[in-house]
């Protein structure tokens, strides 16, 4: 018994020894950044003098006297509303589409993914070109007949703008529906067709079920990332035109690294972690309805 609890003993000193980089990076890069934060959204701190004790102030300043921070919130909801469902389509529809046997299929599987390859800030860059008010995308509207709008420059047309961005992007979610088709059984297909099932059919009745664990992780990690939007909104208009585009995550950097209130930034971190919380909580208690696994009894 001895020699077995030294052994035991040993295990552990060595998975303790080599996760011992991971837990070190953890604690100190992030629970112990995260553990400060808190501290400081209860203070007022510009980061030069010592922070000064304030309590919920803060908290109570971006609730009731913050008119940016809620127009930076709807601003967020708004960006997430459409671009997520926006990007599961299209990623479902061009999945589908590659999933066919068709001529080629590696070389458009390879351009639909090679967007995600390309860095977020120069692909800003290049939709900063494209959308400017003489750009290609207007001078295409101007050859059918339509008037382009300063997409970048107009309240009404700077979050379609973004949206159009985020879209640009649907190449990841597309691989990874992708490989999830390939591993569907042809035997569910092929008892289908012996039914009389239309194709239709049987992607709303086979296809879209067994796909429902990487529809739902895409959900899952398209909400975060909405409601963590930062680089396009930064590089292509920085929040304007008068904060019609102004997001949280641009907000609080603005708030920490312009202003120098890094209490109050601290403070609208904590209340955006709250806001995505609740959204991936929501995602997670919907998923009981229509997300399913193939080990699992109903």
Same mark, same amino acid.
């Given at each position: 018994?001895s020699t077995l609890s030294k052994l035991r003993r040993r295990e552990a000193l060595w998975f303790y020894l080599f996760a011992s980089p991971w837990i070190i990076g953890f604690v100190v890069f992030l629970l112990?950044?995260?553990?400060?934060?808190? +501290? *400081? &959204?209860?203070?007022?701190?510009?980061?030069?003098?010592?922070?000064?004790?304030?309590?919920?102030?803060? +908290?109570?300043?971006?609730?009731?006297?913050?008119?940016?921070?809620?127009?930076?919130?709807?601003?967020?909801?708004?960006?997430?509303?459409?671009?997520?469902?926006?990007?599961?389509?299209?990623?479902?529809?061009?999945?589908?589409?590659?999933?066919?046997?068709?001529? =080629?299929?590696?070389?458009?599987?390879?351009?639909?993914?090679?967007?995600?390859?390309?860095?977020?800030?120069?692909?800003? =860059?290049?939709?900063k070109m494209v959308l400017a008010p003489s750009g290609p995308l207007n001078d295409l509207l101007g050859l059918a007949g339509i008037p382009g709008p300063s997409w970048l420059l107009e309240a009404a047309w700077?979050?379609?703008?973004?949206?159009?961005? &985020?879209?640009?992007?649907?190449?990841?979610?597309?691989?990874?529906?992708?490989?999830?088709?390939?591993?569907?059984?042809?035997?569910?297909?092929?008892?289908?067709?012996?039914?009389?099932?239309?194709?239709?059919?049987?992607?709303?009745?086979?296809?879209?079920?067994?796909?429902?664990?990487?529809?739902?992780?895409?959900?899952?990690?398209?909400?975060?990332?909405?409601?963590?939007?930062?680089?396009?909104?930064?590089?292509?208009?920085?929040?304007?035109?008068?904060?019609?585009?102004?997001? =949280?995550?641009?907000?609080?950097?603005?708030?920490?690294?312009?202003? +120098?209130?890094?209490? +109050?930034?601290?403070?609208?971190?904590?209340?955006?972690?709250?806001?995505? =919380?609740?959204?991936?909580?929501?995602? *997670?208690? &919907?998923?009981?309805?229509?997300?399913?696994?193939?080990?699992?009894?109903?």
């Amino acid at each position: 018994m001895s020699t077995l609890s030294k052994l035991r003993r040993r295990e552990a000193l060595w998975f303790y020894l080599f996760a011992s980089p991971w837990i070190i990076g953890f604690v100190v890069f992030l629970l112990g950044p995260m553990v400060a934060s808190i +501290y *400081f &959204s209860l203070t007022d701190w510009d980061s030069f003098t010592p922070p000064k004790w304030v309590g919920l102030d803060n +908290y109570r300043r971006l609730l009731t006297d913050d008119p940016v921070f809620w127009k930076a919130l709807w601003n967020t909801f708004y960006y997430a509303a459409i671009s997520v469902p926006l990007g599961l389509v299209l990623g479902l529809w061009l999945a589908n589409l590659l999933n066919k046997r068709v001529r =080629m299929r590696k070389l458009f599987r390879t351009l639909i993914y090679l967007p995600t390859l390309v860095p977020l800030v120069a692909t800003a =860059m290049i939709f900063k070109m494209v959308l400017a008010p003489s750009g290609p995308l207007n001078d295409l509207l101007g050859l059918a007949g339509i008037p382009g709008p300063s997409w970048l420059l107009e309240a009404a047309w700077v979050k379609p703008a973004l949206i159009l961005l &985020s879209v640009w992007g649907a190449g990841g979610a597309t691989v990874l529906l992708l490989a999830a088709m390939k591993g569907i059984p042809r035997e569910l297909y092929e008892a289908a067709e012996v039914d009389g099932a239309s194709s239709i059919r049987q992607f709303w009745s086979i296809t879209v079920p067994q796909l429902t664990p990487i529809i739902f992780f895409n959900l899952i990690m398209g909400l975060i990332g909405a409601f963590q939007v930062f680089s396009q909104v930064y590089i292509l208009t920085k929040g304007g035109p008068n904060n019609a585009s102004q997001t =949280m995550v641009p907000l609080l950097f603005d708030q920490a690294f312009s202003f +120098y209130h890094l209490g +109050y930034a601290s403070a609208l971190s904590w209340l955006l972690f709250a806001v995505i =919380m609740v959204f991936t909580l929501i995602a *997670f208690r &919907s998923a009981r309805r229509w997300v399913f696994y193939e080990t699992e009894v109903r």
